[in-house]
């Protein structure tokens, strides 16, 4: 019969070989995750010192040396979202503005969270008039922070760009909620009502504009075309003529000025204003079209061949300088009728 004895201490030496493979294999388990684990930290710390060191060039003004120092923390660490972040800042500065909107996008990639990252991704979009683009940012920053008052704003203002004027209200309503005494809030506001041909809700957005901020021209003229549009050519006269007094050499000013003489029959007034347009800015071919319908009108009324021959110069000038201008066939015909 096998020794009972001389078994079990068999089984037992056995067991304690197996038990000291298992400890010999856990202690190699762990020096490998410590080394792969010191190997990660210290890659991540270079690429730490890599942006600190960018950072302290970009306050010393050494953008070349900062985005070399950035370019190579991200080579060391392609999860670098504040790498990414401050070349969008400096290539912003820089006005490299295709490189910097890369940055951002990569930026928002790796931290979908960061409200700053996606509030400049819309600024630079918005510079380079890709609204479309800006639009997606700044809605991105909007709900990152619904109380932000620039960011919905600026949304607001790529919205009203590229005509989608539904949402741009919305926008803009929120920014008046946030804040409703900023004169520029309520300005975008009415640009939006106006768009929408709700002129009555426009004249009272811009009108409130003027009671934060009396006196702005841009805001002044905005209100005035309301009034224009909506039949109220007496106070849009009046708001006009006062923009004129604050800023002599307001073209536009002139222009709707002129415009404003027609609809209330003073020809002489309605030339005399255009001509002022024209003459701070040749270029202008509505002036140039409402001075010859002034002439016109001038010409049929005295029966003045003289006049209606510079009338017809006036929208051959029109034309030339933007033929495809709104209504131009309608021009054209008036120009073969009086041609005759």
């Not at 050494?62 to 190579?72: F, G, M, P, V, Y």
């Not at 620039?150 to 005509?163: G, M, P, S, T, V």
């Not at 005035?224 to 002599?248: C, T």
Request: charged share 25%.
């Amino acid at each position: 019969m096998p020794d009972i004895a001389s078994s079990k201490e068999n089984k037992n030496q056995k067991a304690k070989g197996h038990y000291f493979l298992l400890f010999a294999s856990f202690l190699s388990v762990c020096n490998l995750l410590f080394f792969a684990g010191c190997a990660q930290n210290h890659t991540r710390n270079s690429a730490i010192d890599l942006y600190v060191d960018a950072v302290t060039l970009h306050e010393l003004d050494d953008n070349e040396k900062a985005i070399e120092k950035l370019n190579r923390a991200v080579q060391v660490n392609e999860q670098f979202s504040l790498a990414y972040s401050m070349l969008g800042e400096i290539y912003q500065q820089m006005q490299d503005y295709q490189r910097s909107a890369a940055s951002y996008e990569k930026a928002t990639e790796l931290n979908p969270w960061s409200f700053e990252d996606y509030f400049s991704l819309g600024g630079v979009y918005q510079i380079v008039k890709k609204f479309a683009q800006a639009v997606t940012a700044y809605a991105k920053a909007c709900e990152l922070k619904p109380d932000h008052l620039q960011a919905h704003l600026n949304a607001a203002k790529c919205c009203y760009q590229i005509e989608d004027y539904n949402q741009a209200l919305v926008y803009g309503q929120r920014a008046g909620q946030i804040d409703p005494n900023v004169s520029e809030v309520q300005k975008v506001l009415g640009d939006i009502y106006e768009s929408q041909k709700d002129y009555d809700q426009a004249i009272r957005s811009y009108k409130r504009a003027l009671e934060i901020d009396s006196n702005n021209p841009a805001v002044m003229t905005a209100l005035a075309v309301s009034y224009l549009k909506s039949g109220h050519n007496e106070p849009a006269k009046e708001l006009l003529s006062s923009v004129i007094q604050i800023q002599p050499d307001s073209n536009e000013a002139y222009q709707y000025l002129g415009y404003c003489y027609l609809q209330l029959g003073d020809t002489d007034k309605s030339i005399e204003s255009y001509s002022k347009a024209i003459q701070i800015n040749d270029k202008d071919w509505q002036a140039l079209r409402g001075l010859g319908v002034a002439y016109m009108l001038r010409a049929i009324n005295n029966k003045d061949e003289t006049l209606k021959a510079r009338a017809i110069e006036q929208w051959h000038l029109s034309l030339d300088i933007k033929p495809d201008q709104p209504r131009s066939e309608r021009l054209l015909k008036l120009i073969q009728k009086y041609s005759q």
